[in-house]
DNA sequence: ACCTGAACACCGTTCAAGT
DNA sequence: ACCTGAACACCGTTCAAGT
């Protein structure tokens, strides 16, 4: 039926390989089968090609993961941030999700110190800016830049993993289970949130949220006067 | 040199498989050769039967991390909280943390939905009353409740893997590479960062952090009137 | 220099068979 | 009911050999 090289976006059968050709098949797989899909086996198969031909262009996994992270953020545009350094703050924090939130496959280089060099330096060096611009010193700016980036991480892996969890949805959740059997002595806010709890979880209040947590970093400070009308 | 039944702990030869001696031989593994190398296979190693044997016991291993959540957290002390309802907000948001970070498989749970109400059910409740206590609905304590478990994630989560890298630091940390490459006109405020950058991250500052982000959710609002001197 | 073949040291899980 | 043996369908990576 498929020929044994397949003509689809770029890797064709002479071509020499190269990290360029190998970070393509790999968006590829990617796009068209998700994250899990992805393994140096399956990529070497889908580029015809023992899995060991790899580790000739790419150190390792992680490297390849990183190498995915940098092409797709050459290609993407910048969007124009607010004047407002209160406003530009909020909009860099929620560039900095949107951004990331890109890659289905952050799970696994999350934690990397690499990943924002390589896929939002931009977003970080707006961020922190807007951030001294409201009034807080650099090393605030990057407490705060710090504390936006962990809650951002939080939001974006329970998102990608719990999507998956409700696509096996066979199991028939423990938490049921144990909020069944509460007393609504003990545990009165949890036991009346309760039928709510999967609706008001599921909604998707991270801008409100954003809001509240750039208030709170900012604290009362006032942006640097005379800079904006 | 060692016995095929090791007596430490609790596996004992004749004793007949529960899940109470699976948990056990479990929390052993993961106390001395930490996370990665709990596995089945290896589970099923330690107490000498076949991995299969496990699967009559524990339905998978998600439900083998789960009951183990649930063991350690029946054990742990409830400490006494502050009366005052946005110290006890803050010290319930800190105890959340506190609580996940016993548990250093949690990658691999995070996202399940079951893992709050195993592990760590009174915390949740004493953060909604606390966040009701100062003012908010309980609908809007559920979503500051919501920001809280995102954030403490993120942390928990880059703290635990970003230790993992430092650990095999082999790699020479792309970060660098890129930083030094910056020009300092276009990323001013990350190039005067850019040496400070290891030490300030590497800095703890949940805790501040928290205190913001606290205070950010609970926006300009006053605790109910009365309830405490 | 670039790639292959075979192997190492693993995974979680299913299925059929044994006691 | 409880457990084993063999297998399925995978992983990332190393090492020695081929061209």
Redo the contacts between chains.
Sequence with gaps: MKPRNGRRGGARRAAPLSQESIVVAALRILDDEGPRQLSMRRLAKELSITPMALYHHVRDKHELL?LLVASRSRGAVRPVLPDDPRERLLAAAELLHDVLAQYPFLREI?????L???AA??V??AL??AA?ECGLT??E???AH??I???????L??R???R??HAELTRP???EQ??AT?SPE?????T??AD??PA??ARD?HR??LE??????L?GRRPHPGEHA
Tied chains: 1, 2.
């Design positions: 990183l999350l934690a990397s110190p690499d924002l060099a390589v330096l931009w970080m060096e922190l800016d001294v650099l090393e700016a990057a407490q710090q504390a980036w962990h809650y951002t991480v939080g939001v892996l329970i990608t993993t719990s998956r969890h959740t423990q938490r144990v909020f509460l003990a545990f009165p806010r949890v009346s949130l709510r709890w008001l979880t209040t409100r949220a509240d947590i750039v208030e709170g970093l604290g």
